[in-house]
């Protein structure tokens, strides 16, 4: 069983950047691809970035693409999400997910393992 531990969420004025951190339990972690998604108030959740078990291979999101970096550290369990540039479109509740395979798949199918979430606003 693997859980997740969302961190670094705030607010934050437009332009300005947060580093979000995804802390994961159980000593599997580098079997499990690491993603983030987000949801803002009154939409769907949305995928923002999705990176492999061994940290080399990553997708983001075109809409944050360029903005947005995912990465992790397999000593520490924890996968980041640096957000720079930041608008107040992304604000939503950002999400911590795990899962076994790591494809574009990710992005749309029903994952194993879900953080609780962390709160980014972004004002103008």
């Known amino acids: 069983q693997v859980q997740l531990v969302e961190s670094g969420g705030g607010l934050v004025q437009a332009g300005g950047s947060l580093r979000l951190s995804c802390a994961a339990s159980?000593?599997?972690?580098?079997?499990?691809?690491m993603g983030w998604f987000r949801r803002a108030p009154g939409k769907e959740r949305e995928f923002v970035a999705v990176?492999?078990?061994?940290?080399?291979?990553?997708y983001v999101e075109n809409s944050v693409k360029g903005r947005f970096t995912i990465s992790r550290d397999n000593a520490k369990n924890t996968v980041s999400l640096q957000m720079d540039s930041l608008k107040p479109e992304d604000t939503a509740v950002y999400y911590c997910?795990?899962?076994?395979?790591?494809?574009?798949?990710?992005?749309?199918?029903?994952?194993?393992?879900w953080g609780q979430g962390t709160q980014v606003t972004v004002s103008s």
């Open positions: 997910a795990a899962d076994l395979s790591y494809d574009l798949g990710f992005r749309t199918r029903s994952l194993a393992h």
């Open positions: 159980g000593r599997t972690f580098l079997n499990y691809a």
């Open positions: 990176i492999s078990g061994s940290g080399g291979s990553a």
